[in-house]
Every structure is written in C-alpha cells, then in structure tokens.
C-alpha cells in the first residue's frame, strides 16, 4: 500500500473515531446533567471516565502520528538506499543496473514503478551493448590471428600502459611459450629473461635485465599518446628468452581514441620481423 493510500485510510479511520469520540462525550455530558446521575453516590466516577477517554483520544492520536511518520521516514529510507547504490556506481567503473530496484508504491505514488521500467530498458540496452562489444572483439581477434605480422594491443589505464591482447604471431615469434601470458601486465614490467626462467623475475633481479619494451620505444607509444597521431619506429627486438632477436622494420604504433579524441589504446603492429 503507497503513503498516499495510507494517509487516506489514516483520515477516514481518524474521522471515524472523532466522531465515535464526539458522540460518547455527548451521551456521557447528557448523563452527567440528567436528573439520573443524582442517583450516583458521587461525581467521581464520571470525572475519571471523562479525563479517562481524553487521555485515551490522545494516545490514539500520537499513535496515528508514530505510524503515519514512521510510514514516510521508511518510504524515504527506500531512496536513500538507492542514492547510495547510486552513488557506489558512480565511483567505481563497473557500471550495474541490478543493483537498482525502485519500490513499486511509496511516497511518490507509482514514480517506482515509472522507473523501474526505465532501468529495465536502461539493461536492455546494456546487453545489447555488452554483446556488441563482444562480436566487435572477436572479429579483431579472429582478423589479428590470420595477419601475418605479430600484433600487440595496450590499454591505458591509471595512466600505466597495460597489455590487453596480442595475437598468435606475436605469441609465437615473441613469447614463444603458450602457457605464459601477458595480458594486464603493464608494458614497463615485462622483462626478458632465459629460457631456465619458469616465472616472471622479481625486482631484485631485474637490476642485470632488459625490457621487452625498451625507453625509446615507450618514449614513441608516449609521443603517439601525446600528439593522438600515428608514428613507427624500427628496432631489433629480442624475444621473452633473450635467446632470439628479430628485425621489426618498422613497427606501426596506430592510436586509438574515443569520440573525446582521447587516446584508450594504442595498436602495434611489428611488420617484417624477420630473424
């Protein structure tokens, strides 16, 4: 049942009882001035029922007043709840719809429901979304699987360049080892190291090591970032084992940029990397 509902059946039944109320005061008033309460041995009685059924009227009314503020207060508990899931996904980056659900009947009449068929086309469309994106990614990957130059893909997030997908080539010309990955490893801590090496080196043996990505090359995926242009590069790249080095001439680092124009990724492309 809404507030408004509520509040209407509040009226009705506090008339209904004011009025019971009135009437009994009137019959009591009656009686007490008729000549048959001479016969009472004493007024007391009718003072006691009297100050007894005020006391009752307003206890009922600080009843009616309780449940009629405690109906609202917990209407608008509903929104604050819901202002604060609000407020959660505006902070972080997910963004889920199923964590809102207006309440059907409050304060607001049918306003819950109103807007809880927005949301329900709001995930609509966030499915649809999602799925899209989905299709677009395996086309990339199945188009960057058949190319016949290694391909590296890195997202820039929190300012770190971190890797997000790269293509069978590259795995096979660069990482060489299918069970390793470097998907979400940032760019500047994917070292080259022998072939003895089972994991990743810690920090204290990086001191004698090289990175994959060396500081000029980073320095021109900065340069790409910066301008939001296209640029390439030609080095001599060494595979994850340090025991191969390829000719990469050149390599083509493409932007990839929002409607902002804000660069979200940058695409390399090795071309010619011959032994």
Not at 2 to 27: C, D, E, H, W
């Amino acid at each position: 049942m809404s507030l408004q509902s509520q509040i209407r059946l509040y009226i009705i039944l506090s008339i209904v009882i004011y009025i019971a109320y009135a009437v009994a005061i009137f019959f009591m008033n009656i009686y007490y001035n008729s000549p048959v309460n001479t016969l009472a041995q004493s007024s007391q009685f009718m003072d006691r029922l009297y100050i007894f059924s005020i006391i009752i009227s307003l206890l009922a009314l600080a009843f009616g007043i309780y449940i009629l503020l405690f109906t609202y207060t917990r209407g608008l508990n509903k929104y604050r709840d819901i202002a604060r899931r609000l407020q959660i996904m505006a902070v972080k980056s997910s963004f889920d719809l199923s964590i809102l659900d207006f309440p059907t009947e409050d304060e607001f009449g049918s306003l819950g429901n109103d807007l809880n068929r927005i949301v329900t086309r709001l995930k609509i469309y966030d499915n649809l979304k999602i799925q899209k994106i989905r299709t677009e990614h395996e086309k990339f990957r199945l188009l960057a699987d058949r190319s016949d130059y290694p391909v590296l893909v890195i997202a820039i997030e929190d300012g770190e360049k971190v890797v997000k997908f790269y293509n069978e080539e590259f795995s096979r010309v660069f990482v060489e080892k299918p069970e390793t990955s470097l998907v979400n490893i940032v760019l500047s801590k994917i070292w080259i190291y022998g072939e003895d090496r089972t994991k990743p080196p810690s920090e204290e043996d990086t001191a004698d090591m090289n990175k994959f990505i060396d500081d000029d090359f980073e320095h021109a995926i900065d340069l790409v970032i910066t301008t939001k242009a296209p640029a390439d590069i030609k080095k001599d790249m060494v595979t994850l084992s340090g025991d191969k080095t390829y000719r990469a001439y050149p390599i083509e680092i493409l932007p990839i940029s929002e409607e902002e124009h804000h660069v979200t990724e940058v695409l390399l492309i090795f071309k010619k990397a011959v032994k």
